[in-house]
Nanobody, 117 residues
Framework: QVQLVESGGGLVQPGGSLRLSCAAS????????MGWFRRAAGKQRELVAT???????TYADSVKGRFTISRDNAKNSVYLQMNSLKPEDTAVYYC???????????WGQGTQVTVSS
């Protein structure tokens, strides 16, 4: 079983920056993809960014050029640097680890990001 622990959320003004972190522990299969999803109030969960163990990151169009995902495979961790934040980025952000070859998909508890003046 995999446990994912997120940190780094909070309240920030429009135009500001935040960095989210997610650390995975437990039995982790490779290859895998780690990523970030978010759910805004009243909306469905949506993909923000993903990074596979050795591939090119992918981003939602709404965050391209503003957010950067990175991984530290030695630490089983994934990060999301969020710059130029907008009020529409306000959501609960969830970390995900997915190893489809092994039927493994795990989620963190979520961290709140609020962008407001």
């Amino acid at each position: 079983q995999v446990q994912l622990v997120e940190s780094g959320g909070g309240l920030v003004q429009p135009g500001g920056s935040l960095r989210l972190s997610c650390a995975a522990s437990g039995i982790i299969f490779s290859p895998n993809t780690m990523g970030w999803f978010r759910r805004a109030a009243g909306k469905q969960r949506e993909l923000v960014a993903t990074a596979s163990s050795g591939g090119t990151p992918t981003y939602a169009d709404s965050v391209k050029g503003r957010f950067t995902i990175s991984r530290d495979n030695a630490k089983n961790s994934v990060y999301l640097q969020m710059n130029s934040l907008k009020p529409e980025d306000t959501a609960v952000y969830y970390c995900n680890l997915d190893s489809p070859n092994f039927g493994q998909s795990s989620w963190g508890q979520g961290t709140q990001v609020t962008v407001s003046s």
